[in-house]
């Protein structure tokens, strides 16, 4: 079965410029998770979405935001972007919420921020 | 504030050898745990996981061991082969929450 999709791969945009990521996820899983990875950092919880709504949200400033439609593909947008904006997001698909459930990752969307 | 710390930024080891990577949390509502390997230009893919209910799962060559009064988790890789090179990242969550990550070790398996 297919995995989960993320697009684009890569993506270079200028500072204040704003982006918008896609992530689509197994078929039937409902449940996204979006991650941002940075050297040193490791990954870092950006929201999850349930059945169109968001769960959970993590550190972040508002810039960044997301979404999920009713298939379940989800989007995360972030404006006015910053130069810290440049890393590898990640988006993870679940069956359900419950713990226990690994996530199955994309292979991510590289954002280079000029 | 990192929940979950991964010490090692990298590891190296002889084929054939025991690989041993570690990680170490502060939250002592962790319940599940999980280990993810990640190559290159590909996305993490769930390798084992522990629940908090037990001490260690084994998967093939695969071990992980979880110490909850010591806060500490290690997945161990016996025998380790070229083919384990990867990052490795551990992961916990308390229920319904996300799971937190840590920063990942690099593991380097030499032939």
């Known amino acids: 079965k297919a995995g989960v999709t993320q697009t684009p791969r890569y993506l270079i945009k200028t500072r204040g410029q704003q982006v918008t990521l896609s992530c689509s996820p197994i078929s039937g899983h409902r449940s996204v998770s979006w991650y941002q990875q940075t050297p040193g950092q490791g990954l870092q919880f950006l929201f999850e979405y349930f059945s169109e709504t968001q769960r959970n949200k993590g550190n972040f400033p508002g810039r960044f935001s997301g979404r999920q439609f009713s298939n379940s593909r989800s989007e995360m947008n972030v404006s006015t972007l910053e130069l810290g904006d440049s890393a590898l997001y990640l988006c993870?698909?679940?069956?359900?919420?419950?713990?226990?459930?690994?996530?199955?990752f994309g292979s991510g969307t590289r954002l280079t921020v000029v | 504030d990192q929940q979950v710390k991964q010490n090692s930024p990298s590891l190296s080891v002889q084929e054939g050898r025991i690989s041993i990577l570690n990680c170490d949390y502060t939250n002592s509502m962790f319940d599940y745990f999980l280990w993810y390997k990640k190559y290159p230009a590909e996305g993490p893919t769930f390798l084992i996981s522990?629940?908090?209910?037990?001490d260690k799962n084994e998967d093939g060559r695969f071990t992980v061991f979880l110490n909850k009064s010591a806060k500490h988790l290690s997945l161990h890789i016996v025998p380790s082969q070229p083919g384990d090179s990867a990052v490795y990242f551990c992961a916990a969550s308390v229920p319904g929450n996300q799971f937190y990550f840590g920063t990942g070790t690099s593991l380097t398996v030499i032939p």
């Open positions: 993870a698909s679940s069956l359900r919420r419950e713990v226990g459930y690994g996530y199955t």
């Open positions: 522990i629940s908090s209910i037990k």
